[in-house]
C-alpha cells in the first residue's frame, strides 16, 4: 500500500515525556514536500519541489528497533 501526504514547512521537534510507568518520545523529522510511505518495500520517499528524490528508512521499523533496543537494556 502507497500513501502520501505534503509537507508545506520543515519541522523538526523532539520531545519526551517521562512518568514512572512509561516514557514517550514524540519527533518530528525536518522533511518538505511529498512524502509517500510504501510499506510494500518498507520506505519513506520524499520528494522536493524541484523533483529531487530522497528515500529514507521507514519511521515505523525505526521506532521498533528503538523500542527493542530500550528493552534490552533496561535494568
Known sequence: MKRSIRLAIPIRWI???V???FVLVIETKDI???I???DK???MIQTKADGT???YENPTDQVLRHRRR??????
Open 53 to 55: 528524490k530522497m528515500v
Open 19 to 21: 512518568s514512572t510507568h
Open 36 to 38: 509517500d510511505f510504501d
Open 32 to 34: 518538505g514536500g511529498q
Open 70 to 75: 530500550v528493552v534490552e537494556n533496561r535494568h
Open 41 to 43: 518495500v518498507r520506505q
Open 15 to 17: 520531545t519526551l515525556f
